[in-house]
């Protein structure tokens, strides 16, 4: 049964900060892995995603790591922002497999 | 294009009642899902629909959970009787394979509250 865990569970950081987040799973047969992020009372939004075959992705600030044989993800934020005050999440999605399993997410806060 | 639609946004209601939630999947796409958030806790899917058809129902409470996608469009998820640890954001997402590696995309969220 995949597991994912997120360390830390919360983050404070002041602005300007470059900031890892991490995320980790028991079970390397992925087939991909997927970051997200999550306002308070609001939705997921997908912010990057990393094919099994991958080892990272960028979006802007963001970029996404991915070592499977290790069972593990990194997102890294550059120069962080007071808006970039959220949930991450982090999911991944089994090889033959549609359901995403997700960690508990990193809830972020960026002091101005 | 139009994202994934969830009516309604907050519902509060006291044990024992029931209660329904819909979601109305981005144009396209075949495979729907519903996701249950618990407060500070990550998502955990209940049912995955490809079309109208089930393919994973396997963490769905079936003693008071149920769930419909009629005409492979629509979805209703429904709770009865309600119990205080359903309290909760049900999450819908839809995927296409023709899309991004099937990447899922996810609505807004329906915040229930039981009492």
């Known amino acids: 049964k995949q597991e994912v865990t997120q360390i830390p569970a919360a983050l404070s950081v002041p602005e300007g900060e470059n900031l890892v987040l991490n995320c980790s799973f028991t079970d390397s047969a992925i087939y991909n892995l997927q970051w997200f992020r999550q306002d308070p009372g609001k939705g997921l939004t997908s912010l990057l995603l990393i094919q099994s075959s991958q080892r990272e992705q960028t979006s802007g600030r963001l970029n996404a790591s991915l070592d499977k044989s290790s069972g593990r993800s990194t997102l890294y934020i550059a120069a962080s922002q007071p808006g970039d005050s959220a949930t991450y999440l982090c999911?991944?999605?089994?090889?033959?497999?549609?359901?995403?399993?997700f960690g508990q997410g990193t809830r972020l806060t960026i002091n101005p | 294009e139009a994202g994934v639609a969830q009516s309604p946004r907050y519902k509060i209601i006291e044990k024992r009642q029931s209660v329904a939630f819909w979601c109305n999947p981005i144009?396209?796409?075949?495979?729907l899902y519903w996701y249950q958030q618990i407060l500070g806790q990550g998502p955990k899917l209940l049912i995955q629909f490809q079309n109208n058809g089930v393919v994973d129902d396997s963490q769905l409470p079936k003693d008071r959970f149920s769930a419909e996608r009629l005409k492979g469009v629509d979805s209703t998820l429904k709770i009865q009787p309600a119990k205080l640890e359903d309290s909760a954001v049900y999450l819908c997402?839809?995927?296409?394979?023709?899309?991004?590696?099937?990447?899922?995309?996810f609505g807004p969220g329906t915040r229930l509250t039981v009492l």
């Open positions: 144009s396209g796409h075949a495979t």
């Open positions: 999911a991944v999605r089994r090889q033959g497999a549609q359901k995403l399993v």
């Open positions: 997402a839809s995927s296409s394979f023709k899309v991004s590696y099937n990447e899922q995309f």
